[in-house]
């Protein structure tokens, strides 16, 4: 049976992923408000990289939020450029970088995973981070040092 893993090794020690794993993306989105609250609306979503555990996560998380100025803004219309601090508003389009910890529900009919925690690690101004700009097309930042501020600009 397939699963929403199948081929993908972890970004730190390259072990194949299990059953509940994390990734980390790179989107454009943009913020508005509604009755009910906040809505992201997600224009591009690109995977950077796999960990097969939260050790290998912690590992990585360290190093990314070691190369960002500010990291883990609460959501609102407004926040800061993790890079320049730069104020960043959140209608227009605009970059974040995300880990998601998944856990596999592939059935032998669907490949599926269900989203357990997701988490905003960044937000980027456009100076920063031009949104809707493609980091697999670049090629040339290298993930395995997690420099998120080279995937992002």
């Known amino acids: 049976m397939s699963t929403s893993f199948e081929g993908r090794g ?8 299990k059953h509940q794993y994390f990734s980390l993306s790179k989107r454009s989105q943009t913020v508005s408000q509604s009755v ?23 590992e990585a998380e360290a190093s990314i939020v070691s190369t960002l100025q500010v990291a883990y803004q609460a959501l609102s219309m ?23 910890e998944y856990e596999d529900a592939s059935q032998p009919w669907l490949i599926s995973a269900r989203i357990l925690d997701e988490r905003e690690i960044a937000v980027y101004c456009p100076t920063c981070a031009e949104p809707g700009q493609s980091y697999v097309e670049d090629e040339v930042a290298d993930v395995d040092a997690m420099d998120v501020a080279a995937m992002c600009s």
């Open 78 to 100: 407004t926040a800061r450029c993790s890079l320049c601090r730069r104020p960043v508003d959140r209608s227009a389009p605009h970059v974040t970088v995300n880990v998601a």
């Open 10 to 17: 972890c970004e730190v020690c390259g072990c194949n992923l």
């Open 36 to 58: 009910e609250g906040m809505v992201i609306t997600v224009l591009t979503d690109e995977m950077l990289a796999d960990f097969c555990d939260n050790i290998c996560w912690n």
